[in-house]
């Protein structure tokens, strides 16, 4: 019996038990279409529940990242100084003064954007661009890992830390611990002992930072050394105990307390993995706390905080004066100027790695594909200015996010005009493509 006979006869008025029969018959594709289906509808069901889930977590990072960068700025402004910071206008100012803030949609995340905006490019003190330029950074020294093991190289990660005591001037800390470094590789005896017993083709060096309410600041370096062979466990004890001495007396010399055997330095071999090793520097106190968007400070890490730890407690303050405020300035001060990271000369040539401007990084727009990426509407002066002043710039993405995923492409954006006119300035606003373009008069 085919199905299409199997279908005629339930159609007909057939007495319940032949009808239970017929569907017996066929009960095996009856069944499989049906489980079929509900796997189908659970697999979308939990793919669906698992974007809900990264678009709330990327939602509460972008609101955590600028009240983090707001309150940067209100430690850093200083009253009627004409240049401040840059991080105070971070995504504030236009690029183009004769054109309008817009603000687009990406149909594949779900997230929305300012355009025409410039950012800062602070590593140190904005963790907006910080972030952004760290995961640029990790793209290019994974390029850099791929570049040594195709040359047949091998990395070495060493690690440098000093005394450090509360109270310590951190910029005085930090110029006497580059000289010692500057002593450790040019210095006759220990640049002939490294040239001899540990050769290096190269080396990259990022300074971390970290703060202990016990013990002040406690800067340390991080040093990627490329080498042209591989050494074992043994032969490296021996070198660091070597370098250690090094080091003490460089140390000795330039002014700071002798680093103890235990803490003072640390070297080991490095993966050949170009992507383990990305992931590594990426942690050099700059990117790995900074995607913990729900991050916590609990007491037992308050002996061991991070520059952001800091300024997410600087936040809870109630004046930029109080003492994780005057931390985090104390700290901005220091780094102002440093590079995130240094190459040795000849390195980047040799690895075949272009490196880009933070500035440049972090004003280049990363959307993967463009195609999905919508005009929304135009800003005037006065109303992004009011959406700056009311610190809602957070907010005011969220409520064209929200309006684009109930009402689709065609939206009216009606949460987004009432809440412009809850500001009492929605009297110039222009809604998406086909809207009147408002031109600015100033830059904001």
């Not at 004769?98 to 603000?103: E, Q």
């Not at 040359?151 to 690690?159: I, Q, R, S």
């Not at 060096?205 to 466990?233: M, R």
């Not at 991070?306 to 300024?311: A, D, N, P, Y």
Request: net charge positive.
């Amino acid at each position: 019996m085919g199905l299409s006979m199997l279908n005629n006869l339930n159609d007909q008025n057939l007495p319940s038990s032949t009808n239970s029969a017929l569907a017996s018959f066929g009960g095996v594709t009856a069944f499989k279409k049906s489980r079929l289906g509900t796997i189908v509808k659970l697999c979308s069901t939990v793919d669906s529940k698992e974007k809900n889930l990264a678009l709330e977590k990327a939602r509460e990072y972008r609101k955590r990242n600028i009240k983090l960068k707001d309150r940067a700025g209100e430690i850093l402004y200083i009253p009627n100084q004409k240049k401040q910071a840059p991080v105070c206008s971070c995504g504030k100012c236009r690029i183009d003064g004769s054109a309008p803030v817009g603000v687009d949609y990406n149909q594949k995340t779900g997230m929305a954007s300012y355009t025409n905006l410039q950012y800062c490019g602070s590593v140190w003190v904005c963790p907006d661009c910080s972030y952004k330029i760290s995961q640029e950074r990790k793209k290019e020294l994974a390029e850099a890992m791929k570049g040594c093991v195709d040359k047949g190289l091998h990395v070495a990660m060493l690690t440098l830390t000093v005394p450090h005591y509360l109270g310590d001037d951190l910029r005085a800390l930090l110029k006497k611990m580059s000289k010692a470094k500057h002593s450790l590789w040019s210095n006759r005896n220990s640049r002939e002992y490294i040239a001899d017993q540990f050769p290096m083709i190269g080396h990259i060096t990022a300074t971390e930072v970290k703060y202990s309410d016990s013990n002040g600041f406690h800067p340390h370096y991080h040093i990627l050394c490329f080498l042209d062979k591989q050494y074992q466990k043994e032969d490296l004890e021996i070198i660091e105990n070597e370098l250690y001495e090094f080091w003490a007396e460089k140390c000795v010399k330039a002014g700071l307390g002798k680093p103890n055997r235990r803490n003072g330095i640390d070297l080991k071999m490095g993966s050949n993995n170009a992507d383990t090793l990305a992931d590594y520097i990426a942690k050099w106190g700059i990117a790995e706390e900074m995607t913990q968007a729900h991050l916590k400070i609990g007491k037992n890490n308050l002996q061991s905080l991070t520059m952001w730890e800091v300024l997410e407690l600087a936040q809870m303050e109630a004046s930029t004066t109080d003492k994780y405020s005057h931390i985090f300035k104390t700290y901005a001060v220091a780094f102002k100027g440093r590079k995130q990271l240094h190459w040795s000369k000849g390195l980047k040539k040799l690895l075949e790695c272009p490196v880009k401007d933070d500035e440049e990084i972090a004003n280049t727009n990363t959307e993967e594909d463009p195609t999905e990426v919508v005009h929304a509407l135009f800003l005037s002066p006065q109303d992004f200015w009011a959406i700056c002043y009311h610190k809602k710039r957070a907010e005011f993405l969220e409520l064209v996010e929200s309006d684009f995923a109930k009402n689709g492409i065609q939206t009216d954006l009606k949460s987004v005009r009432d809440f412009l006119i809850r500001l009492k300035n929605a009297r110039r606003f222009s809604g998406g493509q086909g809207g009147n373009l408002p031109l600015c008069e100033r830059t904001i």
